[in-house]
């Protein structure tokens, strides 16, 4: 997997879009009734970026005690509206061991409560759950692109109590050196970490659920196993887990090169290879055998099990196609293949395949103003994405320095038999975790006693929740309604516990593009729905 390298530490917090640069104006007269909408959806932020609000009262926070007081984060710079219940910060992974600590936000949900927790991971490895946090699935977004916070009508937060997690060791705000050679060790730090965190706030007896997208399909395949086998449901009652776009099988190869020439040629009206590029891709695939591969593989039932399968450099259909990409489009992103330029401004600094931050803007997780907010640790610098390895082994399946099994081996089969509602889902518009090696590594696992799905997939998902985000712009458009439902944006399939989900027109972080649609994935793994 792509990491990004160090973002620059002089690009912390200088404060660019004060009010100076704001009331230069705009280049071009903004019509009365798109003017009168920006003042009114912006209208008490404009040059009063530093402002922030507070919670006022906090007498229905469910988790507010003398020991969770220390974590409390009352207020986010830039964030202009009531944050609610919000706990974030350290906690040890021994107790009494502040050399080796995970850093955690926990937002407790705004609807009914519910005795939950709701774990999510990113992936990398070494990339900070705070992407999530504050681009996927918070309560309060700062996407790519977007002036200021706003709140996430699509949020899990409405539906469970959520915890966001940076690890393992070495990643974003967690604290100590990496150490560990493998997925069962990382497993371990976590579900101590945990149970630390539950004690803390007073949590126990509560169903458990683990979620995560990318690598972190290894992370929460392996940390789920870790729960079952402590066999102590007073703190690791797992009853679900989902994995977006997630490195579940042999990811390099099977996920990520073998159905990467017939995913670009389908979408190539929005890529524009020319005609040798497509050929020179085509060669590739049909010399590696990746043609043969899917035609013998990628059917319902299972054929039979996969060969093992290993990246080689000749048979590097990905790393041509970004070549190519890339210069007929300096913006395409593998994250989300739709995306044209301008290269946006990312808060965190990592919008494309490129890490990019415009002269003089802050990372905000580098902010020392966010950081004090969020009791995090000031001894080190955030990055999206860790500079040095998580894993300190050498090789592994995946070539990470992480020596476990791929999760579809066993843990995976383990996690779905235990609590027969796991969900993995792959976004249609994935350049690096593609929708057809999601389903081949599927097709090589044995779960419930038998080997992959025996039907192709093929039930619709319809999107019927209408649009709450935009939904006041389109009515100020006279547009009211407009933005309703959204009808078929993906494919369903369930067998012997295990849904999988495929999501069109969504790219890699599936809650930041189709939230709609992952909204639907919770409440199924929550078990508050059946069917998607
Ligand atoms: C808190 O109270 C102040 C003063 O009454 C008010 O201006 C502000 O809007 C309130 N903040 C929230 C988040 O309700
Ligand atoms: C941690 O330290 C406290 C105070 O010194 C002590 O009471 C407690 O037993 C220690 N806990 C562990 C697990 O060592
Ligand atoms: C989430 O909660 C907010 C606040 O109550 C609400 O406005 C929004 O409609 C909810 N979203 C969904 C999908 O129910
Ligand atoms: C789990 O623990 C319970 C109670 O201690 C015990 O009865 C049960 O056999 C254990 N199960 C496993 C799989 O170890
Ligand atoms: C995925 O595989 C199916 C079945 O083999 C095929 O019809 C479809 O075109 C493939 N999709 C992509 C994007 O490669
Ligand atoms: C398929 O599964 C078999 C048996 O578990 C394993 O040996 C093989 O490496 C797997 N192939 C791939 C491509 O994952
Ligand atoms: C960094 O700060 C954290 C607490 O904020 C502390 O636990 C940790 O030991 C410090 N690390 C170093 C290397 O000083
Ligand atoms: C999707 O749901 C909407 C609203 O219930 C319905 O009108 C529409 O016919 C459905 N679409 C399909 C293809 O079933």
Redesign the pocket.
């Given at each position: 997997m792509l990491i990004q390298s160090l973002i620059s530490a002089t690009l912390v917090a200088t404060g660019l879009l004060a009010e100076g640069v704001l009331a230069g104006g705009y280049h071009v007269p903004i019509p009365a009734k798109a003017q009168k909408r920006y003042e009114n959806h912006y209208g008490a932020m404009l040059g009063k970026r530093a402002s922030v609000a507070h919670t006022n009262s906090t007498k229905d926070f469910r988790y507010l005690t003398k020991k969770t007081k220390p974590y409390r984060v009352e207020s986010l710079p830039d964030v202009n509206f009531d944050i609610g219940e919000m706990y974030s910060g350290l906690v040890p992974i021994n107790s009494n061991d502040t050399s080796r600590q995970l850093f955690f936000i926990f937002q407790p949900t705004i609807g009914e409560p519910v005795d939950e927790v709701t774990i999510w991971l990113n992936g990398g490895p070494g990339c900070s759950s705070m992407e999530a946090f504050i681009q996927e699935n918070g309560r309060f977004l700062w996407q790519p692109g977007t002036y200021l916070p706003t709140e996430n009508p699509y949020s899990w937060v409405n539906l469970t109590n959520m915890l966001w997690v940076d690890q393992p060791i070495g990643t974003g705000f967690s604290v100590g050196t990496p150490t560990a050679t493998s997925e069962e060790e990382i497993a371990q730090d976590f579900i101590k970490f945990f149970k630390n965190f539950q004690k803390l706030f007073g949590i126990k007896k509560y169903k458990i659920y683990v979620t995560g997208e990318s690598y972190a399909g290894r992370y929460v395949s392996y940390i789920s196993d870790a729960m079952i086998n402590a066999n102590d449901t007073d703190y690791y009652d797992l009853k679900g887990a989902l994995i977006y776009d997630g490195v579940i099988g042999a990811f390099d190869s099977v996920q990520m090169q073998v159905p990467a020439y017939p995913l670009l040629a389908e979408n190539n009206n929005m890529l524009n290879f020319n005609s040798e590029q497509l050929a020179e891709l085509e060669k590739i695939h049909t010399s590696c055998g990746f043609d043969k591969y899917i035609d013998k593989y990628l059917t319902f039932p299972a054929s039979g099990l996969q060969p093992p399968m290993k990246y080689t450099e000749e048979c590097d259909v990905f790393d041509t196609a970004l070549e190519y990409a890339l210069a007929i489009n300096p913006c395409w992103n593998i994250y989300e293949i739709n995306q044209v330029c301008p290269l946006q401004w990312d808060i965190l600094g990592f919008p494309t395949v490129l890490d990019y931050m415009p002269a003089g803007a802050p990372v905000y997780f580098q902010r020392k103003d966010v950081v004090k907010a969020l009791h995090a640790p000031r001894n080190l610098t955030w990055t999206e994405c860790s500079v040095n390895p998580v894993f300190v082994g050498s090789g592994g399946p995946q070539g990470e320095g992480d020596l476990s099994a791929d999760p579809i081996q066993s843990v995976l089969p383990k996690v779905i038999e235990h609590t027969n509602r796991v969900l993995v889902s792959n976004g249609d518009y994935d350049f690096i975790i593609m929708t057809n090696g999601t389903l081949l590594s599927i097709q090589n696992m044995t779960w419930n006693g038998h080997l992959g799905f025996t039907k192709r997939p093929s039930t619709?998902i319809?999107i019927?929740l209408v649009d709450l985000e935009y939904a006041d712009v389109f009515a100020e458009n006279g547009m009211a309604g407009v933005d309703g439902?959204q009808?078929?944006m993906g494919i369903q399939h369930y067998e012997r516990g295990l849904m999988y989900a495929e999501t069109y027109q969504s790219g890699h972080m599936q809650p930041e593009y189709q939230p709609r649609s992952s909204y639907r994935h919770l409440e199924w793994v929550l078990g508050r729905t059946e069917e998607l």
């Open positions: 619709p319809n019927t439902g009808g078929i």
